[in-house]
């Protein structure tokens, strides 16, 4: 990226971005990839009712909490979107997402099509990016690949997928993970221009202007 300021810097409130697709398309490690290569953009930690699978961390991957603990943050009003995703409680919290805006990092949910829609709901200003697939058969291969799921979760998970995949363009922007590294570059591209619109960064531009007129 340009050392320009008009590029670098970022208004004071950081951006709501959203990316959703199909379990199995590869959204984690796209954005785990993403925050590791843009500044100032960082992965919400969800809070979820599973429990954490061989190798993932508390703090780290999600906040593991009970099904209780979960339900006491639903009734206290804690989160800013959450939604039963194949059994499993999932949510991400308001007040961590606004701590983390308010100090001007940008931050992106990685929450399916039903967190999306309530987060919308609200009003809040967000950019939502749906990743897909190449084609259902790849989003199969893909699933059958990773091996954690049997049979029955796999038919399930597509099921899933294809009215997922309907809500595309309830979305700003579409990426196909076809291949790692071009759609990171991708996402890579679409956070770049969002920081780039004129309303963003007017604040610069016009200290620019205004060594012309000086
Ligand atoms: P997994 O259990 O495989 O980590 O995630 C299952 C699904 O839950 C994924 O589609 C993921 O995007 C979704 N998910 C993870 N965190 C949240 C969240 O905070 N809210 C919502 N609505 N979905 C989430």
Known sequence: MSS???VERRATRGQLFIVSAPSGTGKTTLVERLVQCVPGLRMSRSYTSRPARVGEQ???DYNFITRERFDMM?????FLEWADVFGNYYGTSAADTEALLARGEDVVLVIDVQGARQVRSRGIETI????????AAALEQRLRGRSKDSEEQIRRRLQVASAEVDEYSQYEYVVVNDEIEAAVGR????VGAERARVRRVREDAEAII???HS
């Open 4 to 6: 320009s300021p008009v």
């Open 58 to 60: 508390d703090g780290v």
């Open 74 to 78: 639903v009734r206290e009003g804690q």
């Open 128 to 135: 939502g990016i749906f990743v897909l697939p190449p084609s």
């Open 187 to 190: 996402l890579q591209a679409i």
């Open 210 to 212: 205004g060594t012309f």
